[in-house]
T-cell receptor
Framework: GQSLEQPSEVTAVEGAIVQINCTYQTSGFYGLSWYQQHDGGAPTFLSYNALDGLEETGRFSSFLSRSDSYGYLLLQELQMKDSASYFC?????????????FGAGTILRVKS | DVKVTQSSRYLVKRTGEKVFLECVQDMDHENMFWYRQDPGLGLRLIYF???????EKGDIPEGYSVSREKKERFSLILESASTNQTSMYLCASSSSQDRGRYGYTFGSGTRLTVV
């Protein structure tokens, strides 16, 4: 099956850089995704890495190392609005379709 | 703006009641999902549908069933609600052509309390 591990909480100050790590175990691999969820809100898709390396989208970047079964989400120039939960996810190989298995989530607290 | 709409934001039901959670998407997506979210457990898949009338069990299907009679609508049914089904329920959709690049679109969730 698939399993993902990520830290439960991370705290950082406004303007800083923070990295949220994710390690995964999966029998087959089709990419690592990241989602953001503000308190009480819907998860929203942030990024997807299918190949090794860094993908940048504005202040957010996501990295993947398939040989290490590891990825991270990098948030730069942190803002208070970045306080949220962040989930990594991999595709579930069982059955049909592009089902995702999610990690338990990392709560990011940004302090002023 | 593309949307996944869940019919209720908050629900309170009694133990033993049959509960219907409704989800509608306007993106013509083939795939629809019901997840349950609990603190410290992340999102766990209850059921998945990849086409009208087609469904597949997820990791925690016990006590739930689903219905997909139309492409845009996916319903989650709690046959006999129990207190351990108190949770946040999230509906999502995605295109069958998407291999991950565009991700899921989630609804805002239904917070169900069973008393």
């Amino acid at each position: 099956g698939q399993s993902l591990e990520q830290p439960s909480e991370v705290t950082a100050v406004e303007g800083a850089i923070v990295q949220i790590n994710c390690t995964y175990q999966t029998s087959g691999f089709y990419g690592l995704s990241w989602y953001q969820q503000h308190d009480g809100g819907a998860p929203t898709f942030l990024s997807y890495n299918a190949l090794d390396g860094l993908e940048e989208t504005g202040r957010f970047s996501s990295f993947l190392s398939r040989s290490d079964s590891y990825g991270y989400l990098l948030l730069q120039e942190l803002q208070m609005k970045d306080s949220a939960s962040y989930f990594c996810a991999v595709r579930d190989q069982r059955g049909y379709g592009n089902k995702l298995v999610f990690g338990a989530g990392t709560i990011l607290r940004v302090k002023s | 703006d593309v949307k996944v709409t869940q019919s209720s934001r908050y629900l309170v039901k009694r133990t033993g009641e049959k509960v219907f959670l409704e989800c509608v998407q306007d993106m013509d997506h083939e795939n629809m999902f019901w997840y349950r979210q609990d603190p410290g457990l992340g999102l766990r898949l209850i059921y998945f549908s990849y086409d009208v009338k087609m469904k597949e069990k997820g990791d925690i299907p016990e006590g739930y069933s689903v219905s997909r009679e139309k492409k845009e609508r996916f319903s989650l049914i709690l046959e006999s609600a129990s207190t351990n089904q108190t949770s946040m329920y999230l509906c999502a959709s995605s295109s069958s052509q998407d291999r991950g690049r565009y991700g899921y679109t989630f609804g805002s969730g239904t917070r169900l309390t069973v008393v």
